[in-house]
């Protein structure tokens, strides 16, 4: 028996880099699983291969949340858990941002998120409760130079999880939040957007880097974040609600002088 058997799970930006191996893990655990993104061509692809329903899904906008929920309602018939993936990241000083640069980012994380708990809660509740994992970052715990936008976005999320497990928890519904550190996806590592680098090559070169910033010694792989996400989506985490789990090599712990 998989830990998902029997659920429906929507995922979003599940296209490529942590929300598809999300979407796979999910599915080996028998998860009936959603993959949604704006990249239809390789959002369909996974889908396929997965045997999933997709469903074109642009977070920032409300209509689409409604046109995905009632697909996969009458594809499944059902919601049970959501994992809040999709985001961008741009790097710039706080003041040399533009404010639609600053407003982008927020309309695809923050409010991204806040209208995947508003869409979906109502369905998963239901259902009987569920849960939702919002994806907020290393940055929702502290600063970094140049990323101060997506920062922003990433601490307002873990401010929505407490809200929402807090409001939800009384219809069977747990919020968690996942806080990656780098993790070597398309975001952090473009290489794999070019056809004709070497992503494998660009990857060695990240773990180089991070070796010198990371306790762990390396980047993280979309893999292991996938495997807290089924975590705090099964009933291993049956007794959580409204909590931030720190998946970052133990970067966060400090900084090292030796």
């Known amino acids: 028996?998989?830990?998902?058997?029997?659920?429906?799970?929507?995922?979003?930006?599940?296209?490529?880099g942590q929300g598809e191996q999300e979407a796979r893990l999910f599915a080996e655990e028998g998860a009936k699983v959603v993959v949604a993104d704006v990249l239809d061509d390789q959002g369909e692809a996974v889908a396929k291969e997965l045997g999933a329903l997709y469903v074109h899904l642009d977070v920032s906008q409300e209509s689409d949340w409604s046109s995905a929920v009632a697909a996969v309602e009458k594809t499944y018939g059902r919601i049970d858990g959501l994992v809040n993936n999709a985001g961008i990241l741009r790097f710039n000083s706080l003041v040399d941002t533009p404010l639609d640069e600053f407003m982008q980012v927020v309309h695809v994380n923050q409010v991204g998120c806040f209208l995947g708990i508003k869409a979906a809660?109502?369905?998963?509740?239901?259902a009987g409760?569920?849960?939702?994992?919002?994806?907020?970052?290393?940055?929702?715990?502290?600063?970094?130079?140049?990323v101060g936008t997506y920062a922003a976005t990433k601490h307002a999320i873990l401010g929505l999880t407490r809200v929402a497990a807090?409001?939800?928890?009384?219809?069977?519904?747990?919020?968690?939040?996942?806080?990656?550190?780098?993790?070597?996806?398309?975001?952090?590592?473009?290489?794999?957007?070019?056809p004709h680098a070497d992503a494998t090559e660009t990857s060695r070169a990240l773990d180089e880097l991070y070796s010198k910033l990371v306790p762990l010694g390396r980047i993280g792989r979309p893999e292991e974040v996938a495997r807290l996400a089924l975590f705090l989506t099964s009933d291993d985490s049956s007794?959580?609600?409204?909590?931030?789990f720190v998946i970052d090599g133990g970067w966060l712990a400090g900084v090292s002088v030796i």
């Not at 809660?121 to 239901?126: D, K």
């Open 1 to 16: 028996m998989g830990k998902l058997d029997g659920r429906v799970v929507l995922i979003t930006g599940a296209s490529r």
């Open 121 to 126: 809660a109502p369905r998963i509740a239901a």
């Open 166 to 194: 807090m409001e939800l928890a009384h219809q069977n519904i747990r919020v968690n939040a996942m806080c990656p550190g780098a993790i070597d996806t398309a975001m952090s590592n473009p290489a794999q957007l070019d």
């Open 239 to 244: 007794y959580i609600t409204g909590q931030p």
């Open 129 to 146: 409760g569920g849960t939702v994992v919002n994806t907020a970052s290393y940055t929702a715990m502290t600063g970094m130079a140049a």
